[in-house]
């Protein structure tokens, strides 16, 4: 870990991790954009770089984005990112009442501390787990995959079925190109572009970015209201630590854990931690009308879920939310394999993403409490300026990794399925995580199956195996569960009342 500090203070290092945290920042305080958006579109220009500056790049890029949104959010009721969401709750208000400085200074504050927290969860529980993860074998690896993508499927806002499907879709779409066990093309329909299948980039960037120029495209044009933020110092003080502490510390550990869980991600770890505070408060009316713990609650939560979701990341190769499963691409750019082995076979990378996390959130506090003012302002530039050079990068990050214009066709027609998909109210988290996960399922269960001479009894030998997969069966069976115990309990009720 020391190690890993010492590299990232070389000046190229610290110089990309700074640019990707003053990015992530300006793209997350601009409605409409995301850190997904921007890391997949960042994706093709690391191709040639050095692993540990692409990284830390991107790490920058993820925390920045996540805690860049506070801004819109707080001063113009419009959340930059959907983790800031909760923050509009009392935040805004609290601007209206004549407070936004306050407001800036305790969502930056509680930001960086539930990154810290959070970061003392990686840094403590990555090496252990990793270690602990290096016992498995094919068949415990396709299970933990299977019992990733159920739980995110059922997990992600809107309904089970809906879920699973867009993780099915997901999965439909990687099977096309050479299988790699028998050496013979398969779902190419005689096509010698999907040879190789669809790419990771084009279609990453066209499920967010193209999808998201679509439907912005298509929305309303709406004036931004002026922000007028006075030439003040943030105000916040020493004792505020004090004073919220136990709530920032709470809010730390609900952001860390729901961050672990595949597929719920940072807005829903904001809402928890928001409802969770808002039910211990002795003052619960207090709440949504520009009341200083609800600010804090969200902040807190949507910045400390990033360390947790980087756990399962870093130690067994799951991606938490989608911009993990961009993460995930990065890695495999860099011919690294994220999991239990990127700790013995490229531990500058994986200590330096560790690492990368902590002092991002240092430069974050940095930046947000010095230029909040003038970052702000970005989000009164019209939006046709902001998609239409967007759109540029977009057709050429996908023609540069490959030099082939196929890539910027694939592109195109995964940007139009990924807003049809949420035209439907499909989610899309899943569609994407479903299109990476599925090679790795494939090639763990075919690895298994081979051990065993085609016995697939031989998981019922598997403890951890049988585990993931008991997990990912009540994950389907919990639902229809508390509905049957929620019938039980009315029919109850009803025959007291008779």
């Known amino acids: 870990m020391l190690d890993a500090f010492i590299t990232l203070f070389q000046i190229d290092n610290l110089l990309f991790l700074f640019l990707g945290t003053a990015l992530g920042i300006v793209v997350g305080a601009i409605p409409g954009l995301t850190a997904s958006m921007l890391i997949a579109l960042t994706l093709p220009l690391t191709f040639h770089m050095d692993s540990v500056n692409a990284i830390t790049l991107l790490i920058g890029q993820y925390v920045g984005g996540i805690s860049g949104g506070l801004i819109t959010a707080i001063l113009l009721r419009m959340p930059g990112t959907p983790a800031s969401i909760v923050t509009t709750f009392d935040g805004y208000p609290m601007a209206q009442n004549g407070q936004p400085q306050r407001a800036l200074a305790l969502g930056i504050m509680a930001s960086v501390v539930g990154g810290i927290i959070s970061w003392i969860f990686l840094a403590g529980m990555s090496p252990t787990l990793a270690r602990f993860a290096l016992q498995f074998g094919p068949w415990e690896y396709f299970s933990l995959v299977m019992m990733a993508l159920v739980m995110l499927a059922s997990l992600t806002q809107g309904s089970l079925v809906k879920g699973l499907m867009a993780a099915t879709l997901g999965m439909a779409f990687a099977l096309p190109g050479i299988d790699n066990s028998i050496g013979r093309a398969r779902l190419t329909f005689d096509m010698d572009a999907l040879l190789s299948g669809f790419g990771l980039l084009p279609v990453l960037i066209g499920a967010f970015a193209i999808s998201q120029i679509l439907r912005e495209s298509a929305a309303p044009i709406k004036t931004s209201a002026p922000i007028n933020l006075p030439k003040q110092k943030l105000p916040v003080q020493a004792r505020d630590l004090l004073t919220f502490g136990p709530n920032m510390l709470r809010s730390s550990v609900i952001g860390t854990w729901i961050g672990l869980l595949p597929g719920i991600g940072a807005n829903i770890a904001a809402l928890v931690s928001y409802t ?13 009308s520009g009341h200083e713990p609800g600010v ?29 499963a961009i993460l995930i691409g990065a890695l495999t750019i860099h011919s690294l394999q994220p999991g239990p082995l990127l700790f013995q076979n490229a531990p ?29 302002a970005i989000s009164q530039i019209p939006r046709a300026w902001l998609l239409s050079t967007i759109l540029v990068f977009c057709v050429v990050g996908s023609y540069a990794v490959n030099n082939n214009f196929t890539d910027v066709w694939v592109m195109v027609a995964f940007g139009i399925i990924g807003l049809g998909l949420e035209i439907a109210r499909v989610p899309l988290g899943p569609f ?24 697939v009894a031989e998981i019922l030998t598997r403890p951890y195996a049988m585990t993931f997969l008991l997990v990912a069966l009540l994950t389907l069976l919990w639902p229809i569960i508390m509905s049957q115990v929620a019938r039980r309990r009315h029919h109850k009720h009803q025959g007291a009342n008779a």
């Open 276 to 288: 969770t505070t808002r039910q211990l408060s002795r003052t619960p009316e207090k709440f949504g």
């Open 296 to 324: 804090v609650a969200g902040e807190t939560a949507n910045n400390a879920s990033i360390g947790g979701a980087l756990i399962p990341l870093i130690t067994m190769g799951i991606p938490g939310s989608v911009t993990e």
């Open 348 to 376: 500058e990378v994986a200590y330096g993403i560790i690492a990368a996390y902590l002092v991002a959130n240092i430069i974050m506090l940095i930046l947000m409490w010095n230029a909040v003012r003038y970052i702000a």
């Open 432 to 455: 994407v995580i479903g299109f990476v996960l599925s090679p790795i399922a494939e090639e763990q269960l075919r690895g298994s199956l081979m051990m065993s001479d085609g016995n």
